[in-house]
């Protein structure tokens, strides 16, 4: 099955600190990732979409200085907090979905990366 | 948006048929009806996806009305690892396929 891969799984890092997260589609080209963040007990929250070979499209209210996104290849986006603060520290998960099969086909999520800012 | 709307938790014991519905009354016509498990501190993991009617896997069965404005999903026998957050999710078809995250049904299964 399609299966999708994030690192770090887990960081602890200083404030002011920049942290990048790669979200990587093991078997199958993505096209499209997208990138949430979780805190405790609450739902996940769409931060931006990420287009392969342009540039993403964040949701209303992040910051996309803050929150920088690659998407390189049609296997490997990135994630880079820049500047973290304590207020930054979540669980943050990707997702993709196969390039070539439609809008319609589930997105398949990674592990998530666990971040923790001192 | 197509935005879902489901019990926010519910009990079972092992080995009881558990059903969770969720209502999407603004579901467009072109849209999918996805629903995810997800345990701490993992991602969500696919467990089944319907357009209409019937479908069934190895791991649950999603009954769609014909009106689409609400699904089922269905756990056969519940075991105590079926204890997790499930989410009932309609990918924006006119929004790139993005899907929108509600709450959640917080399941919990005791012995």
């Known amino acids: 099955g399609a299966v999708v891969s994030q690192h770090p799984s887990w960081v602890i890092c200083k404030s002011g600190t920049s942290v990048k997260i790669e979200c990587r589609s093991l078997?199958?080209?993505?096209?499209?990732m997208f990138w949430y963040r979780q805190f405790p007990k609450q739902s996940l929250m769409l931060m931006a979409t990420s287009n392969e070979g342009s540039k993403a499209t964040y949701e209303q209210g992040v910051e996309k200085d803050k929150f920088l996104i690659n998407h390189a290849s049609l296997t490997l986006s990135t994630l880079t907090v820049t500047s973290a603060h304590p207020e930054d520290s979540s669980f943050y998960i990707c997702?993709?979905?196969?390039?070539?099969?439609?809008?319609?086909?589930?997105?398949?999520f990674g592990d998530g990366t666990r971040l923790s800012i001192l | 948006l197509a935005k879902t709307t489901q019990p926010i938790s519910m009990d079972s014991y092992e080995g009881q048929e558990v059903n969770i519905t969720c209502s999407h009354n603004n579901i467009a016509t072109n849209d999918y009806i996805t629903w995810y498990q997800q345990f701490p501190s993992q991602g969500p993991r696919f467990i089944i996806q319907g357009y209409k009617t019937k479908v069934t896997n190895e791991v649950a069965s999603l009954f769609i009305p014909a009106d689409r404005k609400s699904s089922t999903l269905s756990l056969p026998r519940v075991s105590l690892s079926d204890t997790a957050v499930y989410y009932c999710l309609v990918a924006e078809s006119n929004q790139g396929g993005k899907l929108i995250f509600g709450q959640g049904t917080e399941l919990s299964v005791k012995p």
């Open positions: 997702s993709a979905r196969h390039g070539a099969r439609g809008l319609n086909q589930p997105q398949h």
């Open positions: 078997d199958f080209q993505a096209t499209t």
